[in-house]
């Protein structure tokens, strides 16, 4: 159940819903011109891109939307968190928009959604940004809360383990410098997770299977930036060398002193970097 007092602290004037397979997806839809997708991680919400959006919106048209069993968007009642699924949806919602070409940028699962959109729409996706990108599915590229979810039994609990001191550690993870981990982003983390049904669909999520079509990367034309905080504990800095290697048209930034998420730890750096990029002919 979506709360006002959800509404209130996680909508503004641009917040809109859809109905797409029964679920009320909250997106935003900003600014104007060759539109660019923003799409987030587990464990997050299109909030993720805030800095970023606020920037991009003034050149042009900015989507973001929280994915199924995350943000205000909440569970999708049919329990379908598998990759092909949000795929299915992402292009519903694109549909429905009137979108048929654009730049897409994706932080962790949204990175894999990213490629993976790239890979079977080629003729759609035009530019591509991947930041801390998921998809390999090695045992050392599994980050804790989804182990933990994984774990039989514990991931009967997780609805009622992750309080809010836990919910801070999986955020200070994520973050190199402790000092930007502020209340305010501990609280939006922990209310969006706890969103009524988003615990549960976690679970139900990191238990899906998942296809490996890494072996799919190097079919990939699309010109891609990647970017990588150095210090990610969720996924290691060698998996965005991983990409870069295997990508046809891409090209690898670093950064120091950074962890999983840089847009929200180095808003500015990896913002520059991004709209150089994208107004590259």
């Given at each position: 159940m979506l709360t006002s007092d959800l509404l209130d602290k996680y909508t503004n004037d641009h917040s809109r819903f859809l109905v797409i397979d029964n679920m009320l997806i909250h997106y935003r839809d900003e600014g104007e011109g060759f539109p660019i997708l923003l799409l987030h991680g587990a464990f997050s919400s299109l909030h993720t891109?805030?800095?970023?959006a606020l920037q991009l919106k003034k050149h042009r048209r900015v989507i973001r939307l929280d994915l199924p069993g995350f943000g205000l968007t909440g569970p999708n009642p049919d329990n379908e968190y598998s990759v092909k699924g949000h795929i299915?949806?992402?292009k519903k919602f694109l549909k429905m928009l009137g979108i048929r070409e654009f730049d897409v940028a994706g932080s962790s699962l949204g990175g894999w959604l990213s490629w993976e959109l790239a890979y079977k729409n080629p003729e759609r996706v035009r530019k591509m940004i991947l930041i801390d990108a998921?998809?390999?599915l090695e045992e050392r590229s599994i980050p804790t809360p989804f182990k933990m979810a994984r774990t039989p039994f514990l991931d009967k609990l997780v609805k009622y383990a992750v309080r809010k001191h836990i919910l801070e550690s999986y955020v200070r993870e994520v973050y190199f410098d402790q000092t930007k981990v502020t209340n305010a982003l501990i609280n939006r983390y922990y209310d969006l997770f706890t969103r009524e049904g988003n615990p549960e669909a976690f679970v139900y999520m990191v238990n899906s299977h998942f296809k490996d079509n890494t072996r799919h990367i190097s079919k990939i034309e699309t010109p891609t930036l990647i970017l990588w905080g150095n210090e990610d504990q969720w996924i290691p800095v060698e998996y965005g060398?991983?990409?870069?290697?295997?990508l046809q048209n891409s090209e690898l930034i670093i950064y120091r002193d950074t962890g999983h998420l840089p847009m929200e730890e180095q808003p500015a750096k990896s913002l520059k970097d991004a709209k150089a990029f994208l107004m590259d002919a």
């Open positions: 891109f805030e800095d970023w299915r949806l992402l998921a998809g390999f060398h991983e990409f870069n290697q295997r």
